[in-house]
């Protein structure tokens, strides 16, 4: 299955918590689209690191904390689904 709309806005809501990746659901995506899920994982994660958010606004880091957590669980089971199914990513 190709990438419906743009992969930034998908990264963006998985970050969000709006939508979930799961091995069952890589099925339906090529290599390719894989691939371009990972940079733009990449590309959206350091958007969110090099916020600026001061230490006394603590719901504010817990929110970016929770949005970098799920990107790197996101991250985890791509690249464990792309090593189970040799896929090079």
């Not at 806005?9 to 890589?26: C, N, Q, R, T, W």
């Not at 099925?27 to 350091?46: E, G, M």
């Not at 817990?62 to 090593?83: A, G």
């Amino acid at each position: 299955m190709a990438l419906v709309g743009s992969p930034k806005k998908l990264v963006e809501d998985i970050a969000d918590g709006y939508f979930m990746l799961s091995p069952p659901l890589l099925r339906n995506y090529h290599p390719a689209a894989l691939k371009i899920i990972l940079a733009n994982l990449a590309l959206v994660t350091r958007l969110i690191r090099a916020e600026k958010i001061p230490l006394e606004d603590i719901m504010a880091l817990k929110k970016r904390n929770m949005k970098l957590s799920r990107l790197r669980q996101t991250e985890q089971i791509i690249q464990t689904y792309c090593r189970k199914h040799r896929i090079p990513c």
